[in-house]
């Protein structure tokens, strides 16, 4: 369980986190933590990392989503993704959202009665698939 005392390093060690965060939190180190900040307690970053339109680093919403990666891995979440269009599925699906593929497209489903209604939601890291397959772009430009 990850929390305010971990760093960006730490929770991106594990390969199946790394793989698969950019689909619930885009671009960490990419555009919004510089190296020097990598190694330091989230609780810092939070108070010394400005997003570019001024709010302060989003913390809490990194250690959720790596928590709720890592309890997937672990298989102890209400929820799994779902490929749309992969022919081969495991039934432990991380996808791995640098690469914009079709098999990155998928549904984050509930694990029980997937066929009643239960909360589902399509994601897409950067839309070219669904532009693609659909002809409507969610996610961004691709």
């Not at 549904?107 to 209604?117: E, H, S, V, Y």
């Not at 399509?122 to 669904?130: D, E, R, S, T, Y």
């Amino acid at each position: 369980m990850f929390t305010y005392q971990n760093t960006i390093r730490e929770i991106m060690s594990c390969e199946g986190i790394k793989r698969s965060i950019g689909i619930f939190f885009p671009e960490i180190t990419d555009r919004f933590v510089s190296e020097k900040y990598l190694d330091q307690p989230l609780v810092i970053v939070e108070k010394e990392v400005k997003m570019p339109w001024g709010a302060p680093f989003q913390a809490g919403d990194l250690i959720e989503s790596a928590n709720r990666i890592s309890n997937m891995l672990q298989g102890t979440d209400d929820y799994e993704f779902v490929p749309l269009w992969c022919e081969t599925f495991s039934g432990c699906y991380m996808p791995e959202a640098a690469k914009n593929n079709e098999e990155t497209v998928c549904l984050m489903a509930t694990k029980a009665n997937r066929g009643g209604k239960k909360p589902t939601v399509i994601l897409c890291p950067g839309g070219k698939i669904c532009q693609s397959k659909c002809g409507t772009v969610w996610g961004g430009p691709g």
